[in-house]
T-cell receptor, first 109, second 111 residues
């Protein structure tokens, strides 16, 4: 079974709105990562948050981590049509880098 | 600096044929991974190599073999392809505990 489960599975919003997606994981972690995938292409790393961090920002991205609930959220502010993609969280389970099921984000102009 | 290079990009196989997917990285990373992604799904780990000379099974290893040829190269072999192995295959390399770098994927169709 996959380490991470994300919700929602799919999200449709208008340009300018904020998009929030959530990730839950099962085991203890040192860090949690978020990746983006455009239309079946390779994944691109967005942001890494360490287990001792509660919040991290990068441009229009804001990631939170709650280790007591084993959950993380990714907020994209002021969404653009170019943000349309799938977003995945990932954590390490011993040596293995395991990905969540992903959220498909559609941003309409 | 090419990062992670996968070959081929596309392949069509007949059931029962064999093939090897190649992956090479030029970032001196110790760990390399092979994933498969089915339509609308996340990435499932097939095999990984935590360091040169070691390989381990992931979540879905059946029907696959791997070789960590050297630190740069990690290949995935399908000995007898089946339609259920139709998928997009991704290779990734990483310094353990840090971000992963992905290749552009191999789209494999088994007919």
């Amino acid at each position: 079974s996959q380490q991470g489960e994300e919700d929602p599975q799919a999200l449709s919003i208008q340009e300018g709105e904020n998009a929030t997606m959530n990730c839950s994981y099962k085991t203890s972690i040192n860090n949690l990562q978020w990746y983006r995938q455009n239309s079946g292409r390779g994944l691109v790393h967005l942001i890494l948050i360490r287990s001792n961090e509660r919040e991290k920002h990068s441009g229009r991205l804001r990631v939170t981590l709650d280790t007591s609930k084993k959950s993380s959220s990714l907020l994209i502010t002021a969404s653009r049509a170019a943000d349309t993609a799938s977003y995945f969280c990932a954590t390490y389970d011993t040596d293995k880098l395991i990905f969540g099921t992903g959220t498909r984000l559609q941003v309409f102009p | 600096n090419a990062g992670v290079t996968q070959t081929p990009k596309f392949q069509v196989l007949k059931t029962g044929q064999s093939m090897t997917l190649q992956c090479a990285q030029d970032m001196n990373h110790n760990s390399m991974y092979w994933y498969r992604q089915d339509p609308g799904m996340g990435l499932r780990l097939i095999y990984y190599s935590a360091s040169e000379g070691t390989t381990d099974k992931g979540e879905v290893p059946n029907g696959y073999n791997v070789s960590r040829l050297n630190k740069r190269e990690f290949s995935l072999r399908l000995e007898s392809a089946a339609p259920s192995q139709t998928s997009v295959y991704f290779c990734a390399s990483v310094i353990y505990g840090q971000r992963a770098f992905f290749g552009q994927g191999t789209r494999l169709t088994v007919v």
